[in-house]
């Protein structure tokens, strides 16, 4: 058993190393373009510029149309806005470049001549002092005092220079001293001027020049040392650095005469900083949405109205064709994201020819109306998107396509609408919550009815947004009922709409939607009945591959529903010949009277039948492959042993089932459930312990005939779908207690012989029939 784990790990790791190298190379081939959605995705971005040109051809506002209006006078008509516009406010963008300079600190740069002339004169001091200090005495101090009274005149009192020549280490105190000094040389000592209320009132800058070098560093004015406060800076650094207190007892006299400023103010650098800070304040933009009134009837015209008028009768469209282009661009981007996240790359799977013309028939209709509804109303507190089902539009992708399509058009058509001009921020806002709503209410949705209820979860959601737009714009209380049920009403109506439009457009697009696979499901339906009447055997056993089918795909994560009804259809082609099959024999087997290689035509035929009749039904596709699929390429083993005995040469392709390997896990499944419950009926008394092992060695024969390969089935899954066929047939076949017949000792009644133990490569083929 180690063994054999090992070496599935062995398989299962060189299987992903080959996957993972495929995968990569084939992300690196171009995708080849289809010809029919190529054009149709063309087409709807054709239909949709020439719309948006269109519609904006009626939103014209000219210099002609605010005529009459001056400062101070009362306005004689209503003004409103036919778009949405966007001005520079001049007088605002001077305040805030003014504010910005006011925030530069002022620039100080270090003066390095003054420092150095500072230290070169301590220097001297020091080193007169030390040639004094080595001879004691009062007539020693004398020289002394006078020597530095020539050298330095009127810089220290007698005191300072008593209780200097008096310490008895004062051979160090010069040291001490160029300590000190340096610091307040490398803090800097400001020299401040007068205009420095100009700039930023808290901090300053310090320009430090290391030769190409220049670093910055920003001071607060409460910790810059002036002279005012140089003498609290002196006595703090003496103490830091531990120095006696005899040297701080004097540290302030001594090293006062020699100070200096040596950090200046830059009225270049400062004017150079304030320069940039302006440079960097963006126009302060203004907007006046569409729809908005610019000027009220009998009300004074103000300076902002007519900066507003102004605005709206300079920015026309036809005056300058930027921005078109600009915004022309914008959309072909735009476009261009929608084409690729509906492509096979980002949805993992491939459309539908006609799912992709669904989705450009769907975009082309919202935007182009978007872009026309904003011409129907210009007055008032006008949003085009609370009369656009933009759920609608969600919705039907959602059911017929996939949730990931459906997000994706609830993500780039209102920002479609809103980048064309036909939005403002407050439709684009309402529309995304309605189309990410639409997504959201219909997860898990099962039966029809859960549209309409969808459709009321999408009107509370429209509620909520459009509360939330009216808030924002101020807007004035009476409105609010009527927007709230436009809002609640374009949700209700977007699902009665989608229950509407589904019986039409399921057919259309053969979609496999819940609601269809469900309503297939029907074992009432004309065909399943059809089924029960002519081959009863087929009939239970399709009821069996279906619990089995549907247990494994619920745990694997597949699709338990399509599973389950494409296991209730895989076999519908054994209805016309239904006593060729062995479930559906009695005594008789009508192979026993004909040659093998007959019997083999009339037991592979029934797949074509199947599909053929599938495609009558007008079946999902993939329920119609789950048919042409269930038994892949293999070969009716039975059959072609026996024509092996009787025939000299046999070809193999003769004996072989006409459809290929399954290409969806769905598939896979049903084709490992199916020929497991047909296997499984051979066995006498199965218990867990049996039947565990009798499908792993199925499954693996499955697996070693290579009817797995295109699945994408891992072994993880394998071992999964095999614990799930094991609980299902345990419960199915679980032990039942003998009764004994009336008037008969329990003793009397016999048992049924042990039948033998049947091979999973030839156990369903047995008797000339197959599952």
């Known amino acids: ?35 029919g959605p190529l054009l149709a ?39 409103t806005a036919n778009r949405t516009v966007s001005y520079i406010d001049e ?45 004691p005495g009062r007539e020693s101090f004398n020289y002394f005092r006078s020597a530095l009274d020539a050298e330095f005149p009127g810089s220290f009192s007698l005191s300072t220079l008593e209780a200097l020549y008096n310490i008895p280490d004062r051979g160090q105190m010069g040291e001490y001293g160029s300590v000190v000094l340096g610091q307040l040389l490398e803090a800097g000592i400001f020299a401040l001027p007068s205009g420095l209320e100009a700039y930023n009132p808290d901090v300053a800058e310090l320009l430090h020049n290391y030769g190409p070098r220049t670093e910055r560093e920003q001071i607060r004015y409460d910790r810059i040392i002036t002279l005012d406060r140089v003498g609290d800076a ?41 320069a940039e800070a302006r440079s960097r304040v963006e126009p302060v933009i203004k907007y006046i949405e569409r729809g908005k009134k610019v000027v009220r009837k009998g009300f004074i015209v103000t300076e902002e109205d007519m900066v507003r008028l102004k605005a709206l009768g300079t920015t026309g469209y036809d005056r300058d064709f930027r921005g078109f282009i600009g915004r022309l661009l914008v959309f072909l981007l735009l476009y261009a994201l929608l084409v690729f996240m509906a492509g096979k790359r980002f949805l993992n799977a491939q459309l539908e020819p006609r799912e992709v013309y669904l989705l450009c028939i769907l975009s ?18 006008f949003l085009p998107a609370l009369f656009l089902p933009t759920a609608l539009v969600i919705m039907l992708p959602y059911i017929l396509i996939g949730p990931r399509p459906a997000v994706i058009m609830a993500i780039v058509l209102p920002l479609a609408g809103f980048l064309s001009g036909a939005f403002d921020v407050s439709s684009y806002i309402f529309a995304l919550t309605s189309g990410v709503a639409a997504v959201y209410t219909l997860r898990g949705a099962e039966k029809r009815i859960d549209l309409v209820k969808a459709g009321l979860g999408v009107g509370v959601a429209n509620c ?33 709409l989608v229950l509407g439009f589904l019986p039409w457009l399921e057919p259309a697009l053969n979609a496999m939607t819940t609601f269809r696979l469900i309503e297939l499901s029907d074992l009432n339906s004309p065909i399943l009945k059809r089924l029960f009447n002519t081959a009863p055997g087929t009939y239970s056993h399709s009821l069996m591959v279906a619990a089995l089918a549907e247990a494994a795909c619920q745990e694997i994560g597949a699709n338990p529903l399509l599973a389950r009804v494409g296991a209730y259809y895989h076999d519908i082609g054994k209805i016309d010949n239904p006593s060729y099959f062995v479930e559906n024999q009695t005594a008789y087997n009508k192979h026993d009277d004909i040659a093998p290689r007959l019997s083999a035509t009339v037991i592979r035929s029934h797949v074509k039948l199947g599909v053929e009749k599938a495609r009558r039904l007008g079946l999902p596709r993939e329920v119609t492959d789950i048919i042409a699929e269930h038994h892949g390429n293999s070969v009716i083993s039975w059959f072609y042993h026996e024509a092996l005995k009787r025939e000299s040469v046999v070809n193999q392709e003769d004996f072989s089932y006409p459809g290929s390997p399954p290409r969806s896990r769905e598939s896979a499944v049903v084709m490992l459930a199916d020929v497991t419950e047909a296997a499984v009926r051979t066995l006498k008394k199965p218990s867990t312990a049996r039947l565990e092992k009798f499908v792993q060695e199925l499954i693996m024969a499955k697996f070693g005939q290579g009817q797995l390969s295109e699945s994408e089935l891992t072994f993880r899954e394998l071992e999964i779908i095999k614990k799930a066929f094991v609980r299902v047939l345990a419960g199915h076949y679980h032990t039942r207690i003998e009764y004994p017949k009336a008037g008969k000792d329990v003793k009397d009644t016999p048992e049924p012989s042990q039948e033998h133990k049947a091979d999973p490569q030839t156990v369903s083929h047995k008797n000339g029939g197959h599952r």
Not at 46 to 51: P, Q, R
Not at 94 to 117: D, N
Not at 237 to 264: G, H
Request: hydrophobic content about 45%; overall charge neutral; proline content about 5%.
């Open 41 to 79: 995705s063309a087409a709807a971005f054709l239909v949709s510029l020439t719309a948006i040109t269109v519609s904006r051809g009626y939103a014209r506002f000219g210099e002609e149309d605010i005529q009459g209006f001056e400062v101070g006078r009362v306005a004689d008509r209503d003004i």
């Open 1 to 35: 058993m180690t063994a054999a784990k090992e070496y599935d790990k062995k398989i299962m790791k060189k299987n992903n190393s080959d996957l993972g190298e495929r995968t990569f190379l084939n992300s690196l081939k171009p995708v080849k373009p289809r010809l």
């Open 234 to 274: 002196i006595t703090r650094f003496a103490e830091e650095n531990r120095f006696p207190f005899s040297f701080v007892s004097i540290a302030v006299p001594l090293l006062m005469p020699f100070l200096a400023e040596n950090v200046f103010f830059s009225p270049e650098d400062t004017q150079q900083r304030v």
């Open 91 to 135: 007088e605002a963008t001077v305040l805030s470049r003014e504010s910005r300079a006011k925030q530069v600190p002022a620039v100080f740069i270090y003066s390095l001549p003054a420092g150095e002339g500072i230290m070169e004169s301590y220097n001297r001091f020091t080193a007169v002092s030390a040639s004094f200090f080595a001879e």
């Open 464 to 496: 909520i947004a459009i509360t939330a737009v009216l808030l924002s714009r101020r807007s004035p209380a009476e409105v609010y009922p009527g927007f709230l049920f436009w809002a609640a009403f374009n949700g209700a109506a977007s699902g009665i």
């Open 364 to 381: 082309a209709v919202y935007i182009s109306g978007s872009a026309f509804m904003r011409n129907f109303a210009i007055i008032g507190d």
